[in-house]
Each structure stands twice: as C-alpha cells, then as structure tokens.
C-alpha cells in the first residue's frame, strides 16, 4: 500500500527558533500534498495544499511568511515553522495524493511540535 | 458554507455495534470517506463512499445516501481497540476533503 513518512516524530524548540518537518511519499508519486494541524481533542485543520513545482495554496488564517512550504519534488514536501511561539506547539500532519487513485489521501504519522 | 455534523462522543460496550452518523452540507460532492484516528496518531483509511448504498468490508460497514446528505459507520462486534476518534470527510467540488470534527468512541467492557 501507499506509505508516506514524516520526520521528525516529535521536536521540542525554543520560541523564536524555526523547525522543519518533511513528509515524504515512499512508494509513490504524490502530485498533491496536504499540510494539517490538529490541537488537542480538535478535528484535522488543512492548512495548505502544495503541488508539485508550484507554490503552496493556503487557507484562510494561516500565514504563508510563518508557515513556509516547499515541494520540490514528486515525493517530497516541507513545511517550515518559523520563528515558532508556544501557541505553535500542535500535531502537524501531512498527507499525499496519488492522482490514478480514488482521491484518497494517505496519512503521514504526523509531527509532535512543542515550543518551549 | 460547508458543514459537517457528527456527534461528538459516543459510548459502547465490548461485542455490540454501534452507528455513528455524519451529515453534510458541502459545495459539490465527489465522495465520502471514514477514517479512524487513535489518539496520539495520524487517521487511518476505513471507507469510501461515492455511490448510494452499504459498503461492507469486515466488521465495519459504510453507508451513504446522497440525497439525504447523510452517512454512517457501522461498527459491528466491538473491540476494545476500537476506542479511537472516526472522521467524516467529504470530498467537495475542487476535490478538497472537509472534515467533521470526529466522534470519539469509547468501548466498555
């Protein structure tokens, strides 16, 4: 089956450092990739899309200068939290589209970021 | 707007079933998806629906009804791994998935 990996588990940062999270499509070419945050005891929050080779769209609420997303290739994306704060701390998920499927979207495991 | 309804917590017992429905009111419809999310970790694929109709696949069953804007996972001889969140997602006109805020499950024994 279609596996998609992110690295790193978890990350403890201080405020005001940047981390960066990769989600990568192990098995297959992902032309779409989806970013979520997800707080505690909260449903999945999309905050952007990223395809391949062109800029990420983002929605409404989330800043692109904060957030930074890169997809520079069929199976991989980065997400960049800069200068993070406490109230960044969440649970990022990423998730891979395979355009030939059934617009399933596979999960990566997700990221544990704690801004300390 | 786009709106999906499911309820928020739901209780069970070891070997019975349990439905959890979801309503929609979303821009265009290009299906309908259950995930299973433990808590801690990333939502794992359960269902697809697109079609009117029963999708069974084990001891877990989709239903769907377009008109209705209406779905339900059926849950049959529960297990105590089954305690985990279920989302409702539909997938919209632009081929976006809107999610419902998901029903936490909790199995007694």
């Known amino acids: 089956g279609a596996v998609v990996s992110q690295h790193p588990s978890r990350v403890i940062c201080k405020s005001g450092t940047s981390v960066k999270i990769e989600c990568r499509s192990l098995d297959f070419q992902a032309t779409t990739m989806f970013w979520y945050r997800q707080f505690p005891k909260q449903s999945l929050m999309l905050m952007a899309t990223?395809?391949?080779?062109?800029?990420?769209?983002?929605e409404q609420g989330v800043e692109k200068d904060k957030f930074l997303i890169n997809h520079a290739s069929l199976t991989l994306s980065t997400l960049t939290v800069t200068s993070a704060h406490p109230e960044d701390s969440s649970f990022y998920i990423c998730s891979a589209r395979q355009l030939a499927d059934s617009y399933e979207q596979y999960f990566g495991p997700g990221t544990r970021l704690t801004v300390t | 707007g786009q709106n999906i309804d499911q309820p928020t917590e739901m209780t069970a017992t070891e070997g019975a079933i349990v439905q959890i429905n979801c309503t929609y009111q979303t821009s265009g419809f290009n299906g309908l998806f259950w995930y299973q999310q433990h808590a801690g970790e990333a939502p794992t694929f359960l269902s697809y629906?697109?079609l009117d109709g029963l999708e069974e696949k084990g001891r877990f069953s989709s239903f769907l009804s377009r008109s209705k804007g209406y779905s339900y996972l059926l849950l049959k001889e529960l297990q105590m791994k089954d305690s985990a969140s279920y989302l409702c997602a539909v997938l919209d006109s632009n081929y976006q998935l809107i999610w419902g805020a998901g029903t936490k499950l909790i199995i007694k024994p």
């Open positions: 629906n697109v």
């Open positions: 990223s395809n391949e080779g062109s800029k990420a769209t983002y």
